[in-house]
C-alpha cells in the first residue's frame, strides 16, 4: 500500500535554496509568465494595455518568445492558428475592458474550431471589482460574463498565490478534449505588487484522455462489421487528435467510403478509392450518406454545413464519435460515443471484423461523377482555374487559412488538402478578417516552411495593421487577396433572394502599394500568372503579397 508521503514531491537542497532567495524586482506580472514557462510554454501572443502592463514587464525577464500583433482580436487568431498547428496550448496576454471584449470573436472561432487558447487578461484593481461602479478606466461590472458564454472555462486569481494554480487548471482545460479556448483574469494591482514568492517552476497540467465505453466500442464494431453499406463522415476531430493513420486503417478495413467535413480536410487521402472528397455541399453527396445503413461520424456534431444545412435526414443507423459530448445526437439520434476520436477509432480497430465489398470504390466514382457533372454544368471555369492555380503553387506539407470569401467557399468542397492539418479556415464561427492573422500564428509556430493566406478585399481590410507584424518580425506568409470590390458572398446572397445587392461594394486601396508601404512585397497577378506569382511569392523569404483582382461566383447550392 501506498504511504500518502511518497506521493509528495519533496524538494532537493538546491530548490530549497533558491526557494528561500527568491529573485529581487519581481512581481505579480513574474508569477504569470513563470507558470506559463513551467508548463511548457515557449510563445506567447498578445497586445499590451495599461492594466496588464505587469505581465509585460515580467515578459523582459523571462525566456518566453513575445509576438505582439496590432489589434486584439488579430492576437486571438494568431493564437487560434498557433494552437491548432502544434496541438500545444497557445496563451494570449489582454488588457482590461476594450482589449480583452477585442478578442471576443477570435475566441468564438478557437471555441467553434476546439483551438487550444489560454487568454489572461488583466482587470481593474482589486478595490473595482465586485460590481459597484467605481468609476476606473475600462470597468465593467462582470468582465467574466463576457467571456463565460464562448470559453469552455473561467478562472480567477485575486492574490499572487491563486496565480500558478489558477493557470494550470485553465491549461488543462484547454488540452482536455474537445480542446478549446479559457479565460483568466487577474487585477491589476495584484500584476504589479512586488511579490516575495519563490520562482514557479515544473508545474502538473496533465489533460484528461476522455476514453470510449467497451459497451458501446462492441456496439458500434457489431454494426458496422454487419452493414451492408457502411458510410464514415470524419470531422475535424479526426485531425485534432493525430487520428487520420487510424482512419485510414478502419475505413480499409469495413471498406467503407469516407467524406470530410470541412473542418476535417486532410483527415481521409484525397485521391483514395474510398474518398468521397468534400462535397457536402452537393445533393448527390446527401443523399448517398443518407442511403447507409450504417453512419459512422468521427469527430463532428452535423452541424449547419456538415449536413448540406440541415437538409441532410439519415435512414440508418448512426454511430456518433465526439469529444464535447454537448454533441453527442444533438442533430441526430443515434449510439453515442463520448471519446477522443483517436483512442475510440483504435478501440474500433481492435474489435471490428474485416468486411470484404467489390463495390464501394465503384459507388464512389459514380457519386463523384455525378457531382463533377453539376459543376460542370455551370459555367465555373474561372473559379476552378483560380483554385487549381492554388494548389499547384503551394507545397503539399504547407499550411493554408482562408478567410470567410468566395475562393474558401470552393476550397471547403474542392481543395485537396493532402496533408492533415494543413488547411483551416474561419468556418466555426464564420467570422471575417481570420486568414491573415492565422498565417501568422502558423508561421510562428514553424517558420521552415511558407504560410498561405487567401482572403477577399473586404476580409482583407480587418487585417491590413498585421502588414506591419509580419514585416516586424520578418514571417514567411504569403497573403492572396482576391479582389472583387465588395463582399462578393453577400453580394450573391442579395441578388439571388432580393434582386438587388445593398451595403455589399467596397472603396478599397491599392493592395499592392498598400503593402509596399510597411516594406512587405506585392504584386499584382492575372488568372492566367497566378500559379508562378504565388509559387514565386511562397519560395522568397519574409511576408509577401499578391493581389488577383477577379469576380468569382459560387456553385449552385442544393439544400434549397
Not at 524586482?25 to 507558470?35: H, K, Q
Not at 468564438?108 to 476606473?136: C, K, Y
Not at 505588487?193 to 476522455?210: E, I, R, S, W
Not at 445587392?501 to 499592392?512: C, G, K, M, Q
Amino acid at each position: 500500500m501506498t504511504d500518502d508521503h511518497d506521493l509528495v514531491l519533496r524538494p532537493t537542497e538546491q530548490q530549497v535554496t533558491a526557494a528561500l532567495n527568491p529573485p529581487a524586482g519581481r512581481n505579480g506580472g513574474d508569477l504569470v509568465v513563470e507558470t506559463l514557462a513551467g508548463l511548457g510554454a515557449t510563445t506567447v501572443f498578445g497586445l499590451p494595455g495599461q492594466h496588464a502592463l505587469g505581465m509585460f514587464d515580467a515578459l523582459r525577464r523571462s525566456s518566453l518568445h513575445y509576438v505582439g500583433l496590432r489589434v486584439e482580436n488579430n492576437a486571438g487568431f494568431a493564437a487560434d492558428a498557433y494552437g491548432r498547428i502544434t496541438g500545444e496550448v497557445a496563451p494570449l496576454l489582454l488588457s482590461t475592458g476594450p482589449g480583452a471584449l477585442m478578442s471576443l470573436a477570435a475566441l468564438q472561432e478557437s471555441a467553434a474550431a476546439s483551438a487550444p487558447v489560454l487568454a489572461i487578461g488583466s482587470q481593474v484593481p482589486t478595490p473595482g471589482l465586485g460590481g459597484g461602479r467605481h468609476g476606473f478606466l475600462h470597468e465593467l461590472r462582470d468582465q467574466q460574463a463576457s467571456f463565460r458564454d464562448i470559453v469552455k472555462s473561467v478562472h480567477t486569481a485575486r492574490t499572487q498565490s491563486q496565480i500558478p494554480s489558477a493557470i494550470a487548471a485553465a491549461w488543462e482545460s484547454a488540452l482536455t478534449a474537445p480542446h478549446g479556448p479559457v479565460w483568466v483574469e487577474i487585477p491589476q494591482d495584484v500584476l504589479l505588487a512586488p511579490t516575495a514568492l519563490p520562482v514557479v517552476t515544473a508545474m502538473d497540467a496533465t489533460a484528461h484522455d476522455v476514453v470510449p465505453r467497451p459497451e458501446l466500442t462492441a456496439v458500434a464494431a457489431d454494426l458496422l462489421s454487419n452493414a451492408s453499406r457502411p458510410v464514415i463522415i470524419a470531422g475535424g476531430g479526426v485531425v485534432r487528435s493525430d487520428a487520420s493513420g487510424k482512419l485510414l486503417a478502419l475505413a480499409e478495413k469495413i471498406n467503407a467510403p469516407v467524406v470530410t467535413t470541412f473542418g476535417g480536410k486532410g483527415a481521409f487521402p484525397w485521391e483514395h478509392r474510398l474518398s468521397l472528397r468534400s462535397w457536402l455541399e452537393d445533393r448527390h453527396t446527401t443523399n448517398y450518406l443518407e442511403s447507409a445503413d450504417v453512419l459512422l461520424v468521427v469527430g463532428s456534431g452535423l452541424g449547419e454545413l456538415s449536413s448540406n444545412y440541415h437538409t441532410f435526414a439519415p435512414r440508418g443507423r448512426v454511430v456518433q464519435i465526439e469529444a464535447d459530448a454537448g454533441k453527442l445526437e444533438s442533430n441526430h439520434a443515434g449510439l453515442g460515443i463520448h471519446a477522443d476520436a483517436r483512442l475510440a477509432l483504435t478501440a474500433l480497430l481492435e474489435t471490428v471484423e474485416e468486411r470484404p465489398d467489390d463495390t464501394a470504390a465503384e459507388t464512389v466514382r459514380t457519386v463523384l461523377g455525378k457531382v463533377r457533372e453539376r459543376i460542370a454544368s455551370q459555367d465555373l471555369t474561372l473559379e476552378q482555374q483560380v483554385l487549381a492555380s492554388v494548389r499547384e503553387a503551394l507545397p503539399d506539407d504547407a499550411p493554408s487559412f482562408w478567410d470567410m470569401t468566395i475562393l474558401a467557399y470552393w476550397a471547403w468542397s474542392a481543395f485537396d488538402a493532402r496533408r492533415p492539418n494543413t488547411m483551416h479556415s474561419a468556418q466555426g464561427a464564420g467570422g471575417l478578417g481570420y486568414g491573415f492573422p492565422a498565417a501568422l500564428g502558423a508561421a510562428v509556430a514553424d517558420t521552415s516552411r511558407p504560410v498561405l493566406a487567401v482572403s477577399g478585399d473586404g476580409g482583407a481590410m480587418y487585417s491590413i495593421a498585421e502588414l506591419a507584424t509580419a514585416r516586424q518580425y520578418d514571417l514567411p506568409v504569403t497573403w492572396l487577396i482576391v479582389d472583387d470590390g465588395g463582399y462578393g458572398i453577400l453580394r450573391e446572397y442579395m441578388q439571388d433572394t432580393f434582386g438587388e445587392a445593398t451595403a455589399t461594394e467596397l472603396s478599397r486601396p491599392d493592395f499592392v502599394a498598400l503593402a509596399e508601404s510597411f516594406g512587405v512585397p506585392a504584386v499584382r497577378a492575372t488568372p492566367e500568372s497566378l500559379t508562378e506569382d504565388l509559387a514565386k511569392s511562397l519560395t522568397e523569404p519574409g511576408p509577401s503579397v499578391v493581389v488577383l483582382p477577379a469576380v468569382l461566383r459560387m456553385f449552385a447550392p442544393t439544400h434549397l
